[in-house]
Each structure stands twice: as C-alpha cells, then as structure tokens.
C-alpha cells in the first residue's frame, strides 16, 4: 500500500486548498478512505471519511460545511477540498485507508489513533496564517 498526500501549503485565513491523495499497491476502488490531521503539540485528529463507492461521506464538526471529501475511483486518488480555512486548521493531513468499503463517522470526542486505519500517507503540510 502506498499513498501519497500532495497540494498542501500556505493559505490566507478565508482562503482555500485543494489536497490530494494517490493510492497504489490495493484496490482502491474496494475500501473507504479518510483524512486526518495533526496540530503542532496535538494529537491525531479525523477529519472526514468517503465510502468505497464516494457515495457516503462524513465530518468532523469542526470542518463541517467547510471542507468537502471525494474520490476519483478511476485514477485512484482521493481529495480534500478545503474553504474557508481558519489558522487553526494548521497541521499536517494524512490520508489513510480504511479497513473495510463503510466508512465510520467519529465522534467529536473519538481520539484518533494510527490504529484506526490500515495504512497512512506521509502527510502534507497545510499552514494558514495571514
């Protein structure tokens, strides 16, 4: 398995970035996929999750209706739009393959740990700062 994460960078408070996520050595089309996120000094954070199908997605609420999550099965790459950004959306976003096609819809309180997925990318740097 093998993801690479990609797009991430410095953005202006308000602004956007559009991440992506290409996946190779599986069958992608078979499994959901998620982004999480790490803060300076914090711990893992989920931030969305997409079905095998692209059909079923979910958020955090703290990105709710600001970040929207999809997949192209055809070219195997997964994508995190990202609107309305905030400073503290600063971190590094991984992208990370799911277990099973279902995705799950973690809780605000879920502490997220490495273990929650079967592989993670490197991450992609997203800063935003004025």
């Known amino acids: 398995v093998q993801l690479v994460e990609s797009g991430g960078g410095l953005a202006q408070p308000g602004g956007s970035l559009r991440l992506s996520c290409a996946a190779s050595?599986?069958?992608?089309?078979?499994?959901?996929m998620n982004w999480a996120r790490q803060a300076p000094g914090k711990g893992l954070e989920w931030v969305s999750g997409?079905?095998?199908?692209?059909?079923?997605?979910y958020y955090a609420d703290s990105v709710k209706g600001r970040f929207t999550i999809s997949r192209d099965n055809a070219k195997n790459t997964l994508y995190l739009q990202m609107n309305s950004l905030r400073p503290e959306d600063t971190a590094l976003y991984y992208c990370?393959?799911?277990?099973?096609?279902?995705?799950?819809?973690?809780?605000?309180?879920?502490?997220?740990?490495?273990?929650?997925?079967?592989?993670w990318g490197q991450g992609t740097q997203v800063t935003v700062s004025a």
């Open positions: 990370a393959k799911d277990h099973q096609r279902d995705p799950i819809p973690y809780p605000s309180t879920w502490k997220t740990h490495r273990t929650d997925f079967h592989s």
């Open positions: 050595g599986f069958t992608f089309s078979n499994y959901a």
């Open positions: 997409i079905g095998s199908d692209g059909g079923t997605t």
